[in-house]
């Protein structure tokens, strides 16, 4: 993977799930930094020290809660101020709420919104207002944005909207050389996927690992031949 050799990046998300097996494996592909970002938990202080531990990169964990705006903007300002440039950004946090319409809120659909649209959304166009030149924006969305499920409303249509963001997203930013891809996991074994279906035997299903290893390829050279801008990822 040489096009990412010694380049910053930055991985929403981070604690647990796909975003935490993106981490390892940037960590493993020769990374010069990694940005980690999740609110504060266990599980992201063993990853921060399985990776200090395995890896000689630089990790950075902000420990940010993105239903938080003040918390948000305080986060954009120490990134911006403290990296020269963030080249590959993983916007892989997110929120499901699953209420039919008429148990859920507003507020929920806001919530949701905030995390998986609205938090891609302020960090993709802060740091490009600061001057920041991506080299390839991954976001996260999911196969509940290509069809809506009964129950998942706001989580459906959140990733929906975060899919029509990333194709506008790949016009504008293709003639500054950055990439963006998006992609659509189906059902992967994840503590959100257990909120979905909390009966389900997690191992028959895409494990984290899987989505990471797409991910991979897409950031590799190889990457540039694959359609992504929706790929669906699922076993
Ligand atoms: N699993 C699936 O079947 C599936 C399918 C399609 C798409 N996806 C998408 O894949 C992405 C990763 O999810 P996952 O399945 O790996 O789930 P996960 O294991 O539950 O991880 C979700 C991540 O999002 C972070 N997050 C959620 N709310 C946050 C908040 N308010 N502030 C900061 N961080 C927050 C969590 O951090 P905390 O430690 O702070 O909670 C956690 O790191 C999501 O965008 C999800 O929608 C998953």
């Known amino acids: 993977m040489n096009n990412i ?27 010069s930094e990694l940005i980690l970002v999740a609110r504060a938990s266990q599980e992201f202080n063993d990853l921060k020290t399985e990776l200090k531990k395995n890896t000689k990169i630089s ?22 101020s403290s990296f020269k440039n963030v080249d590959i950004l993983i916007n892989n946090a997110g929120l499901t709420i699953p209420k039919t319409i008429f148990e859920s809120s507003l507020e929920e659909l806001m919530s949701t919104m905030q995390v998986n649209l609205y938090t891609p959304f302020q960090l993709i166009q802060s740091l490009l207002k600061s001057g920041n030149k991506f080299q390839h924006i991954v976001n996260i969305a999911s196969t509940a944005g290509i069809k809506g499920r009964a129950g998942w409303s706001t989580y459906s249509s959140s990733k929906a909207a975060l899919t029509a963001f990333s194709e506008s997203l790949r016009e504008e930013l293709l003639p500054l050389g950055t990439r963006v891809s998006c992609i659509s996991p189906g059902r992967c074994a994840t503590s959100l996927r257990r909120v979905l279906a909390p009966n389900e035997d997690q191992s028959t299903i895409m494990q984290p690992e899987d989505v990471a290893n797409v991910i991979k390829l897409l950031l590799s050279d190889v990457g540039h031949f694959i359609d992504s801008e929706n790929m669906v990822v699922r076993l």
């Open 59 to 80: 990790v950075h964990c902000y420990e940010v809660d993105l239903l938080q705006q003040n918390e948000v903007n305080d986060f954009i300002a120490n990134v911006i």
């Open 5 to 31: 050799n010694n380049n910053v990046a930055m991985v929403t998300g981070a604690s647990k799930g796909i975003g935490a097996a993106v981490s390892y494996m940037l960590a493993e592909e020769n990374i």
